[in-house]
C-alpha cells in the first residue's frame, strides 16, 4: 500500500512536468511574447519601444528555453521557462500580468468557490440517490416510467436556462433571495441558496438517470436473489445489499472531484458573481492574463493527480477485494 | 433411507405439493407448462433436465423469486398445508430462509462480495430470530463447524473473495441453515466446482440431511450425479415434467423417451475397451515444457518469483489419435493448450510438429505453422466475434494463411465446412448469437477445421454444453478425425468425455503429468494417487 502510494507520486512527476511544458508551449511558444504585449497594450498604434518595455517591465525579454549570452548556469535560469513554468513545481504561482500576487489571490479566492461547490455536491448526491433508490425499487412501474421522462425533460434542459429562470423568478419577481454578489462570513449564505439550488437541480436529470443505472445493475445481480431468500424484504435487500455494492462506483466518482471543488465552477461563479477560483480564471481569460492562466491549469492537473489517488485509496476502503501493489 | 421413506410416504403427507404451476415470461413464452409434484419430509427429490428445461424456474417461483416479467400460475403450492399462492408477499418472507432455504449454482456471485461471510450468516438469525447477540455469534460458529469449514473463529471475518469456490458453497449452505428449513432446494449446487469438491459437497448435504431430518430438492443436469443421491427423480423437459418415480426405476427402466435419450447420451467410463490402437508417426512432440508467469512485486516490480504454470511437460500425439489432457481447474492444462499455440509467451521447451521445432520460429514462418495447429475453446459464446458473420468468421482463417484462394473458391470452401460440420450451409450469413451453443461449437470447429490443420487443440470443448448436445458434438469430433486423420488434444475434467474419445490420457497436477498412459490403463488401473482421487470423485450411475 504504502509502496503503491510512493510509486504513484513518482509518476505524478513526469505526468506534472508534461502538463507543464505543454502550456508552456501554448502560451510563450504560439503565442509569443511579443503577441502578449501588444494585446496587452492593445492592438493598433504600438510602437517597438513600448512592446520592449512591456516585456522588461513582465519579465519576458529573456529568451525561450536557452540564454547564450548569460553566463554558465545562468544560461539556464535567465530564460522564460525557468523563471516562469519552473518555479509552479514549488506552487511559486508569481506575480500576475497586473500585478497582483497569484498565491495569495488563490488562496483568498478558493473558500467561496469551495462554499458554493461543497453544499452543491453534497445535497446533489442525497437527493440523486433517494430519487434514484425509489425508481429502481418501483422498477417496471408506471411512476418509474414518469420518471425517467420527467429525467430526459431536466437533462434537456440548458442549465444556462436554470441559471437565468432562477435569477428572473426566485430573485427578480419574487424578491427572495440576492440576484447575485458575495459577503464574507455566515451573510454569504444568503447569496449561496440560489446558485446552490440552481447547481443542484439542473444536475438531476443526468444524475438521477445515472445512479438509477448503477442501482439496476446490481438488482440484477445473483447476491440480492440470495438476500430475497434469506427472507429480506424488497427494500431491506435494496439498502443492506444493493446499496452497499452500488456505493463502490459512487463514492469513488465523488472522491476523484473532491480537489477540484477548489476550483470552483466557471459558470455559475461568474452568473452569480461569486468572489471564486472559477470567476478569478474567467476574468484572467478576458484580460489575456496569461500568467494566471497558466496556474491554474497548473494547479487543475495538481489537483486532478491527488483526486485520482484518493480514489485508488478509497477503493481499498470500500471494497475489501481490492488491493493496491 | 429408503425404509425411512417408505414410511413417510406410507403416512402420504406431503411436505411440499406442487398442482398445474405454470410459468410465463412477458406474457407469451411459457417456460414452465403445468407441472405437478410432491416433496415428502426427509426425502431427496430430484428435479433433472438440460439448461433451459425450467428446472430453476421452477424452485425460484415456489419462493416467487422470479423477476418481474414472470408471471406465476399454479392452482395450489402447499406447504404442508399452507398455500403458498395466497400469501401476500411479506408473509412469504417468513417462509424464504426459514421453512425453505435455498443454495444456487455460482457461490461466488451468489454471496455478496462486500459483506463479511459471518454477517452473511448472521443476517438470517436476525431476521428470522430474536436472540442476543451473544448466542447469534455461537449459532454462527456452531454453523459453520457444521458445514466444516476449518478455523471458523477466524474465517468469520473473511469476506467471499478470500475463499475457495467450495468453501464458498459451505458458507451458501450455512446461511440456508441457518433458518432451520424443513426444505433445502439445491440449484445445480456443484456444477460451478471441481469434481473432487462436488464429492465432498455431496457428501456434506448428505450429511445434513441425515442430521437434521429436512428434505433436500435438488436440481441438476447431471444424471449420474442425481442416481448416487435422490431417492425420487422427476425429468424435465422443455417446461413439462415427463417422467416422474423411484431413482431405480428411472434409472433401470426409463419410460419416456426423452429419458432414455439422455440417458444414452452420458459418456460412460466403460467406453475406453472398445478402443483398438493402431502405430502411426509421432505428429507432436513435447519436450520438457514450461510456463512460468512471473510474479511482480515491491516499488519498481522486480520479478521477485514465478507461478510455475506448467512445469517440466513432455508428452507425443501420434497421427490421427486423441490425447486427453485431465486435470482439476488451475492445474494448468489450458496454459499449456494455449502456449503450444504461442498464444502465450512464457512458453520454454521444445514444441517439434511434424519435424519442425516450433518454439524457434517467430514472425511470418511462425505465421504459416500455425495453419498446421489449431484451437477450439471452451466457451462459443465469447470465442467468436458476434459483429462478424459465421462465413466471415469461418473463411478469416483461410484469408489470412491462403491469400491465393480467391472470394469464390473461399465461399464454397465454407460451404464444405458447414456440410461437414451438419449446419445449413445459409449459416454463413447469419451471426453468431443466432446459433445455440451446441451449433456455435460447432462453427468454432468448422472455423479450427477450414485452413486444413494435422492437430486441433479442444480446449473444454463440451463443457459449457449439455449433455445430449455435448454427446453429438463428441461424435462429430470422432467422424472428422476418421475422414481427416485429424490428432486432438483433448483437454477437459470430465473423464467420462475422456473414455468416449481418447485414446491416451496425460493426468496434469500442478503443472505436472503425474501419470500418462492408454484410456484403458489410467481409467482402470489408475497407479498416482491423484489420479485415484480424481477417479473416485466420478459421480456414477447408480445402476444395477
Known sequence: ??????????????????????????????????????????????????????????????????????QRQEKITRTIFYQKSVGLFLFRFGVSDSGRNIGADIQERMWPSLALALPTLCIGLVVNISFALMMVLFRGSYLEQAGIVLCVILMSISSLFYIIGGQFFI????????????????????????????????GIGSGVRWYRTLFLEEVEKDYVRTARAKG?????????????????????????????????????????????????????????????????????????????????????????????? | MSIFLCQIQAMNIPLLSVENLSVTFNHQQTVVDDISFVIYPGETFALVGESGSGKSITALSVLRLLPNNAKIKAHAISLQDDNLIKRAEFELCKIRGRRIGLIFQDPMSSLNPVMTIGSQIEEVLNIHFSLPKKTVKQRVLQLLQQVEIPEPEQRIKDYPHQLSGGQRQRVMIAIALAGQPDLLIADEPTTSLDVTIQAQILALLKIIQQQTGMALWLISHDLALVSTMADRVAVMQQGKIVETGLTKTIFNQPQHPYTCKLLKALPSMQSCLKHIPKEKPPLLQVNDFYCYYPIRKGLFKRV???????????????????????????????TLGKSLLNLIPDGSGEVILNGINLNKLTGETLRQQRANIQIVFQDPFSSMNPRMLVGDIIAEGLRALHPKINATERKVSVAQLLQQV?????????????????????ICIARALAVNPKLIICDEPTSALDVSVQAQIIQLLKTLQQEKGLSYLFITHDLGVVAEIADEVAVMYQGKIVEHGTVKQVLTQPEHAYTKKLLAAVPVLAID
Not at chain 2, 304 to 329: M, P, W, Y
Request: aromatic share 10%.
Open chain 1, 1 to 70: 500500500m504504502i509502496n503503491y502510494i510512493i510509486r504513484r507520486f513518482l509518476y505524478a512527476f513526469p505526468l506534472l512536468m508534461g502538463v507543464n511544458v505543454l502550456t508552456f508551449v501554448l502560451f510563450f511558444v504560439v503565442n509569443s511574447p511579443n503577441d502578449m504585449a501588444r494585446m496587452q497594450l492593445g492592438q493598433k498604434h504600438v510602437t517597438e519601444q513600448a512592446v520592449t518595455n512591456w516585456k522588461q517591465q513582465h519579465g519576458y525579454d529573456v529568451p525561450l528555453l536557452w540564454n547564450s549570452d548569460a
Open chain 1, 171 to 202: 430573485a427578480k419577481l419574487l424578491r427572495l433571495v440576492p440576484i447575485s454578489g458575495y459577503e464574507d462570513g455566515v451573510g454569504a449564505i444568503r447569496f449561496l441558496l440560489l446558485p446552490v439550488l440552481i447547481g443542484v437541480f439542473s
Open chain 1, 232 to 325: 429480506l424484504t424488497e427494500t431491506q435487500a435494496l439498502f443492506r445489499h444493493v446499496l452497499r455494492n452500488a456505493m463502490i462506483p459512487v463514492l469513488t466518482g465523488v472522491v476523484v472531484i473532491l480537489p477540484l471543488l477548489f476550483m470552483g465552477s466557471l459558470i455559475m461563479e461568474s452568473f452569480f458573481s461569486i468572489p471564486g477560483l472559477g470567476s478569478y480564471t474567467i476574468d484572467a481569460i478576458n484580460s489575456q492574463d496569461f500568467a494566471i492562466v497558466r496556474a491554474m491549469v497548473f494547479l487543475g492537473s495538481v489537483l486532478y493527480v491527488i483526486g485520482l489517488l484518493l480514489t485508488d485509496i478509497s477503493y481499498t476502503l470500500v471494497d475489501p477485494r481490492v488491493r493496491l501493489s
Open chain 2, 304 to 334: 521477485v518469483d514465478h507461478v510455475r504454470a506448467v512445469d517440466g511437460v513432455s508428452f507425443n500425439i501420434q497421427q490421427g489419435k486423441t490425447l486427453a489432457l485431465v486435470g482439476e481447474s488451475g492445474c494448468g492444462k489450458t
Open chain 2, 422 to 442: 451438419d449446419l445449413p450451409i445459409d449459416s454463413a450469413l447469419r451471426y453468431p448469437h443466432e446459433f445455440s451453443g451446441g451449433q456455435r461449437q460447432r
